[in-house]
């Protein structure tokens, strides 16, 4: 079961950063935030994960709340390529790595 | 460097029929492998999970079934399909450890007739 809550869309002009934000207020102190991408009809591709500081890669930035109780995905110069359905998940156990996809959010990204 | 396959990218079969959808993992040891499915404008749904040869886990009933012959080969079978198993179907593999990402074949877009 997901337990995470994420808005349906959000738009983004091109060049900007685009700011995703998720709830998980559920989450508990051993579970990490993981966020992942899927592109019309391919398989999700991982973007970044975190359990309490804030990251950052070559994709993205992610900003997690003293509180944990949620985070925003930061694309910092957003492309026409971003256009994609995001997906944040808290992921449970330690052993099993399963997956517990919401339905995310679609950004549309605008020239 | 690791890599997962995933055949075939589309697939057609009629009601009734059976299936068998592989998956096979190259450059890695020992993962944990992973069976999802999504339907037309939904989010993904874990079916399946393994964490060894022969250790399946289930998330939930349904008409599908799934079996790990080989270290790094997971197969989602079918003896009869359903209008209702139709869907994309993603094959994912991750590393045993505490804090990793799964990483996701390209799927089989699965339509059943």
């Known amino acids: 079961d997901a337990k995470t809550t994420q808005p349906t869309s959000m738009d983004c002009a091109e060049g900007r950063a685009a700011n995703l934000p998720c709830n998980h207020s559920?989450?508990?102190?051993?579970?990490?935030v993981y966020w992942y991408r899927q592109i019309h009809s391919q398989g999700p591709q991982y973007i970044i994960h975190g359990l309490k500081n804030n990251e950052t890669n070559e994709m993205a930035s992610l900003i997690i709340t003293e509180d944990r109780k949620s985070s925003t995905l930061i694309l910092p110069h957003a492309t026409l390529r971003d256009t994609a359905v995001y997906y944040c998940i808290v992921r449970e156990g330690y052993n099993f790595n399963k997956f517990y996809f919401g339905s995310g959010t679609k950004l549309n990204v605008k020239p | 460097s690791q890599t997962i396959h995933q055949w075939p990218a589309t697939l057609v079969q009629p009601v009734g029929s059976p299936l068998s959808l592989e998956c096979t993992v190259e450059g890695t040891s020992n993962p944990n492998l992973y069976w999802y499915r999504q339907a037309a404008g939904r989010g993904l749904q874990l079916l399946f999970y393994s964490v060894g040869i022969g250790q399946i886990s289930s998330e939930v009933p349904q008409n599908l079934s799934a079996s790990r012959p080989q270290d790094r080969q997971f197969i989602l079978s079918s003896k009869k399909l359903l209008l209702s198993d139709s869907g994309f179907y993603l094959c994912?593999?991750?590393?045993?450890?505490?804090?990793?990402?799964?990483?996701f074949g390209q799927g089989t877009r699965l339509t059943v007739v």
């Open positions: 994912a593999w991750g590393e045993q450890e505490i804090s990793t990402e799964a990483f």
């Open positions: 559920t989450i508990s102190g051993n579970e990490y």
